[in-house]
């Protein structure tokens, strides 16, 4: 099946500072990513759907200059959290969408993020 | 809008005990119905779906059948293995381009030996 990979799977960074995450589709072209946040124990919470070559749509309450999303190609995602917090602490999840099988959509294996 | 209701657990079990993880959906139109699994501190795996009504997923000994007459798509399975703890997670796709999967809260599975 599709493959999603994201990098770094995790990470630590110090308060202020910024992080990026990839996402990226490995054997199809995914013109719709998603970033979803977890919190320990909930449930997955969107964040933002990724279109290629047009800006990000941020869910309600997500603040757009604070999570950068970025997709330059039909394979490739970055979400960048700025000015980290620890509240940003996180499990990240990317998805992708095979825009060959519209309702197929595709995990990434979560980044971990720990804002000290 | 279109919403996922899952019970909500822990549930705990006996290896080889029958298990069900009730699932019920509001959407409009012909959506998509999955199960996902997430084990600990690892990401999600699609465990099974199904595209239209009477349709039964199935993978791994689990089921479940897409019933739109009680918006329902029950996760079930026979006899429950202890690798089988984990969270799983029913969700839905409006199978419009560009949308999100909407997922239910998750209900975590406990099998003891």
């Known amino acids: 099946g599709a493959v999603v990979s994201q990098h770094p799977s995790w990470v630590i960074c110090k308060s202020g500072t910024s992080v990026k995450i990839e996402c990226r589709s490995l054997?199809?072209?995914?013109?719709?990513m998603f970033w979803y946040r977890q919190f320990p124990k909930q449930s997955l919470m969107l964040m933002a759907t990724?279109?290629?070559?047009?800006?990000?749509?941020?869910e309600q309450g997500v603040e757009k200059d604070k999570f950068l999303i970025n997709h330059a190609s039909l394979t490739l995602s970055t979400l960048t959290v700025t000015s980290a917090h620890p509240e940003d602490s996180s499990f990240y999840i990317c998805?992708?969408?095979?825009?060959?099988?519209?309702?197929?959509?595709?995990f990434g294996p979560g980044t971990r993020l720990t804002v000290t | 809008g279109n919403s996922v209701t899952q019970m909500e657990g822990p549930v705990t079990l006996s290896e080889e005990a029958f298990l069900t993880i009730n699932c019920t959906y509001t959407?409009?139109?012909?959506?998509?119905l999955f199960w996902y699994v997430q084990y600990p501190g690892e990401g999600l795996q699609l465990l099974l779906k199904a595209t239209k009504a009477d349709d039964k997923g199935s993978n791994k000994g689990f089921e479940a059948t897409y019933r739109k007459e009680t918006t329902s798509f029950h996760l079930e399975k026979g006899s429950v293995q202890v690798s089988d703890s984990a969270v799983y997670f029913c969700?839905?796709?409006?199978?419009?381009?560009?949308?999100?999967?909407?997922f239910g809260k998750g209900t975590t599975l406990s099998v003891s030996s």
């Open positions: 990724s279109n290629e070559g047009s800006k990000a749509t941020y």
């Open positions: 998805s992708a969408r095979d825009w060959a099988a519209s309702y197929e959509q595709y």
């Open positions: 969700a839905l796709s409006s199978n419009q381009a560009g949308t999100a999967l909407i």
């Open positions: 959407a409009t139109g012909y959506p998509s």
């Open positions: 054997d199809f072209q995914a013109t719709t």
